[in-house]
């Protein structure tokens, strides 16, 4: 397709970031081909829209952006698809392991599975699964998060601090359930 | 700094994103606090659970060169 060899250049440099984009859109899709799907067509209107990226700003937040938008366009329908955060309140699971006894608390996280974080980051509502996909797994500054995301950095931070929450408490929930940690004696949490 | 304002800053202290000042006093702080300091170290402990969870996906060689060769 390509000819020219800054349109090559462009290519090569956009496809150093397909690990990012094919991660965040297997997390989004939860589906190995429609991942595939959303990342070629991300990466294909990246370069129809080449003319639209400003050299030296952030590739990869802006193939980031194309793919989300793409996302929510063609996998999700409308944003209000997305459905809104259970209310955890203020959980903080280095506090609810330390009022347990659970010491030092970050064993706890050593026994927990990488294929439970994954379900519990997959099952966070996906406009706040993204800004952990970003700031947590892809390591993006807030900064370049709002811009991958299109909001405020003060929006991110607010999503951020809701999704962490409600991923420990899905850490913890499975920790109790799987017997790594014996869960509150107070009768809210116990399975 | 006191322990709530401690807390308050953590998430931002590990994900990089204080300033210089404030990265000084929170550390001063943790030098000085157990309590703190070990939940710094859950928090950061965490957030590298999550990332060492979700970042071993990487997308298929095969998956690659069909891009490349759509691409260029």
Redesign the interface.
Known sequence: MAESPARLAFAEEALTHLHTLYRGALRLTRDPDQAQDLVQEAYLRALRYQHSYQTGTNMKAWLFAIMRNLFWDRFKGTRKDDVSLDDVGDFVLFEKLRDEGARPEADVLDRIAASEVVSAVETLPPLHREVVLLVDVEGFSYKDAAQALGVPIGTVMSRLHRARQQLQKSLYDYAVESGIVRGSTNGATPQ | MNCPDCKDKL??FV???LNNTEVLELQLHLEGCPDCS??Y???A???R????????????AA??E???Q???
């Open positions: 998430d931002r994900d990089r994103e070990d939940h170290e859950f928090q402990h965490l957030k659970l999550v990332k060492h969870s979700c970042d071993c996906d990487a997308a298929p998956f690659r069909k891009l490349r759509i691409l260029t």
